[in-house]
């Protein structure tokens, strides 16, 4: 079983829809990160949060961290959020910022 | 300011050949990361470095990857006597302490013949 778990592989919306990515991980973490890796281009940061909850425009992520699990939620999905997004994990025993990876969530919002 | 700046963005290379992969960190970020990328698999550690000092290798294949981030200049990451299993998106992050976010780079892709 991996460390990082996400939920859906995959998951296609129509333009407007409210989208829930889902990510649980068996370590335990000092943080957890949400990134956003666009096709064929580079990796962006969206989120790193150890407790609580984030708010970056349209996008949101939870953490419950004595149930080992994440939330990213899209609100108003557009096309242009057409993505891979990526939960990671900073294991405490790492020492430092040292990411194990979910395998992606494949994301596609048409018009 | 510019961001994690790799290069270069592609490369191709025969088997045997060395493939050199650079790394330029953020303006004022002394800690470098590297990760690769698998054709249809998810994101691996490979090594982190602070300047001039390997902190953490345990990601590096045993053979034929080596690592080093100079005083001066960008990080590179060194693959000797590529094979067709090299083949995969490296990316390079940076961050200015040990417990910061990351920031990444746009990746180099490389390609074995």
């Known amino acids: 079983k991996n460390e990082v778990e996400q939920s859906p592989q995959n998951l296609t919306a129509q333009e407007g829809e409210f989208i829930t990515i889902n990510c649980s991980y068996s370590?335990?973490?000092?943080?957890l990160h949400w990134l956003q890796q666009h096709p064929g281009g580079g990796i962006v940061s969206l989120f790193m949060?150890?407790?609580g909850k984030k708010k970056h425009g349209r996008l949101i992520a939870t953490i419950n961290i004595q149930e080992k699990h994440s939330s990213l939620h899209i609100t108003a999905s557009h096309p242009r959020d057409s993505a891979v997004y990526i939960c990671a994990v900073s294991p405490i025993s790492g020492g430092y910022n040292k990411l194990i990876f979910g395998a992606g969530t494949r994301l596609a919002v048409h018009p | 300011n510019a961001g994690v700046m790799q290069n270069p963005r592609h490369l191709v290379r025969r088997r045997g050949q060395e493939a050199r992969l650079r790394c330029s960190p953020m303006k004022g970020h002394s800690h470098v990361y590297w990760y690769r990328q698998l054709p249809e698999e998810g994101l691996k550690f490979m090594v982190y470095l602070q300047k001039e000092n390997i902190i953490d290798e345990s990601g590096m294949p045993k053979e034929r990857f080596s690592a080093e981030f100079p005083k001066e200049g960008p990080s590179i990451l060194r693959i000797q006597q590529v094979v067709r299993g090299d083949s995969a998106a490296y990316f390079c992050a940076s961050s200015s302490n040990r417990d910061q976010p990351q920031h990444f780079g746009d990746g180099t892709r490389l390609s074995i013949l």
């Open positions: 949060l150890s407790s």
């Open positions: 370590v335990g973490i000092s943080a």
